[in-house]
């Protein structure tokens, strides 16, 4: 089910001078996929909700869901945890876009926690972006969630691609790698104690490629930041880093204006634009041919802090 990776194919399109010519019908098993487990999770669980954050993966998923149930049916809320640092393009068109599907949007601010003190910062300066899970937990405790469904990807990251499609958490939450249960084919195991819940990432099989190749089939429409744009940025250890109030520029470093865009859209503060000039989803396409990165390993400051930060993460609570 993952994307063509053929290196005649690869050269094919990077040599098309416009457009290009790759055969995308593996999109429809992936669609079908996704939507099945959409569905599974509807049937299975008394109060799931989808996370969502106007990033582009939750916005594929959503747009299987609508095939799965609907404009206006779908059967579970959208929830965002925000840290009060999200781009505003993602944040108006996350309102924009929860509105116009008539879906209930939940969210819920990392800012409260601190209010409450359950997040207590280092320093003023200190990334929210890893307290987002505390949050979350709380959002889980307030509704009762038993399934929240992600939006993540095993090739965005090595702690991701150990995660089950359902993914199980215990009563506080955590992840634990080495009592994974088995999952054969379609047969997942669902059952819950009390308190505990899964994570459901019904887009786990896909490649950052195919969203971009069914984000063109589909004509999804994305936060402007995905595509080129002029951004003052610094070159900071192989990262560009956009400069914001947030993320000034250090002592010594020189700011340029770059052509950039989003790979991956998250917090102000760990998230870098790469160079790019396109514009188009088919221009995006191209590019992640060629890409020799991963997506977070090219955007992400927080992954970089060790190898098993994300793991690490993820066994607290995090996405």
């Known amino acids: 089910m993952n994307a063509r990776t053929e290196p005649e ?14 055969s995308n019908a593996h999109l429809d098993a992936l669609e079908e996929e996704t939507i099945f487990i959409l569905r599974e999770v509807a049937a299975a669980f008394e ?6 954050s106007g990033g582009k993966d939750s916005l594929v998923m959503l747009r299987c869901a609508e095939k799965a149930f609907g404009v206006g049916r779908i059967p ?19 309102d924009r876009r929860a509105a116009e599907l008539q879906a209930e949007l939940i969210v819920r601010n990392v800012e409260d926690s601190m209010k409450r003190g359950t997040v207590r910062l280092a320093h003023p300066g200190e990334s929210r972006n890893v307290h987002q899970s505390v949050t979350l ?9 038993d399934a929240l469904i992600g ?3 095993r090739d965005e990251e090595k702690a991701r691609a150990k995660e089950r499609i359902f993914s199980h958490r215990d009563s506080f939450g955590q992840w634990q790698p080495k009592a994974q249960r088995p999952e054969l084919w379609t047969l997942f195991n669902t059952r819950l104690a009390p308190g505990e819940h ?4 019904p887009i786990s099989n896909w490649t950052e ?13 994305l936060p402007s930041i995905y595509y080129t744009h002029q951004r003052e940025v610094v070159d900071r250890r192989g990262l560009l880093v956009p400069v914001t109030e947030l993320t000034p520029p250090k002592d010594g470093e020189t700011v340029q204006v770059r052509d950039v865009r989003f790979r991956t859209v998250g917090d102000i503060t760990c998230t870098c634009p790469v160079e790019s000039l396109a514009a188009t989803a088919g221009d995006i396409v191209i590019e992640t041919l060629a890409a020799d990165v991963s997506e977070r390993g090219a955007t992400r400051m ?3 802090t060790s190898d098993a930060s994300m793991e690490k993460r993820k066994k607290d609570g995090y996405f």
């Open 198 to 201: 899964f994570r459901v990432f």
């Open 9 to 22: 194919v690869i050269q094919t399109a990077l040599q098309a001078a416009a457009g290009h010519h790759l």
């Open 47 to 52: 109060r799931p909700t989808l996370l969502f």
């Open 302 to 304: 927080d992954d970089k």
């Open 137 to 145: 937990l709380e959002a889980i405790e307030e509704f009762r969630f």
């Open 151 to 153: 939006g993540a990807r």
């Open 76 to 94: 579970y809320p959208l929830l965002m945890i925000d840290t009060g640092h999200n781009f505003p393009e993602v944040t108006d068109f996350r």
């Open 209 to 221: 490629l195919d969203v971009w190749q069914y984000i063109e089939r589909e004509d999804i429409a």
